[in-house]
């Protein structure tokens, strides 16, 4: 579940105080092992010039994220409702057989039920 905005800011409320608070000592705790994790080494100076946020770098990749989350943002509604629903398996069969989207297609199926 996400975070919402007044918690976010609470929590970044703490982590500035818990910085103020850290000694030097923990600092240099702290940075050393950080070197020291192959898996994660600290960036340097040159490498941070070059980062650019996401939109520049990958644009038709974060496109492509908003577009399938329906561009949804905090306290927005889900556009449709998870429930749990009962097929017969040869009705569940035929939509799954129709590839990635066949929830999607069962929705359509029924929306066209309804209007007659």
Known sequence: MPISHPDRKSARERALK???????????AITR????????PPLDEETLARMRPSTEAAPAF????????????????????AIKLR????????????????QTR???ALRKSIKG
Request: net charge negative.
């Open 18 to 28: 818990n910085l103020a608070d850290m000694t030097p000592e923990e600092d240099a």
């Open 33 to 40: 092992a950080a070197e020291a994790d192959p898996d994660n």
């Open 62 to 81: 974060v496109a492509e994220v908003k577009r399938r989350r329906g561009q949804r943002g905090p306290g927005k509604a889900r556009p449709k409702e």
């Open 87 to 102: 097929l017969s398996p040869d009705v569940l069969a035929h939509f799954r057989a129709t590839g990635p989207g066949w």
């Open 106 to 108: 069962i929705d359509e």
